[in-house]
């Protein structure tokens, strides 16, 4: 079940987030969050109408996923950036699909065009997920990050909501 999340489901998504934080370059991110900064993000990303879900089973929270303003200013009101992490106990379940597809149709029923994915260009995984819904690459910033001692692409991958 995909449903809103709430400020109380920061445990539980740090759970999820802070090993992918921690141990892979699929995040830039260098440190961990905390449960607060999890709460604020929360907030963040609900607050103007954008959204953030989790995918709850029996009570346990194995996915989330968010959608926000792809760049600050008004011009860019309609292009959104989404970000999706599940737990690997869920991978290859659909459960990444059904976040997608939910907040592809909550930003397209909020106005929005464009969604956009930033992806580390070595996650290959994620590149492949992203094409077989129908993103294609806009972009590839070379050495945009650096992880773990080493510099990492970023490419942009997206898709016109409007069809």
């Known amino acids: 079940m995909i449903r809103d999340a709430r400020p109380e489901d920061a445990a539980a998504i740090g759970a999820i987030?802070?090993?992918i934080i921690r141990d892979t370059v699929i995040t830039f991110w260098p440190t961990e969050r905390s449960e607060a900064e999890i709460r604020a993000y929360i907030t963040e990303r609900t607050g103007p109408g954008h959204g953030c879900f989790v995918w709850e089973e029996d009570?346990?929270?194995?996915?989330?996923?968010?959608y926000g303003q792809f760049r600050a200013g008004g011009g860019y009101a309609h292009s959104m950036e989404h970000s999706i992490n599940v737990a690997p106990r869920l991978h290859g379940t659909g459960a990444a699909t059904a976040l997608l597809t939910h907040l592809e149709q909550h930003a397209a029923t909020g106005g929005a065009r464009l969604m956009i994915g930033g992806i580390t260009g070595s996650n290959l995984r994620s590149i492949a997920f992203h094409q077989r819904h129908g993103y294609t690459e806009w972009g590839r910033i070379p050495a945009a990050g650096r992880k773990f001692g080493q510099w990492h692409d970023l490419v942009f991958m997206g898709k016109d909501l409007t069809g």
Not at 59 to 66: K, L
């Open 59 to 66: 009570g346990r929270i194995g996915g989330f996923a968010s």
């Open 17 to 19: 987030w802070n090993p």
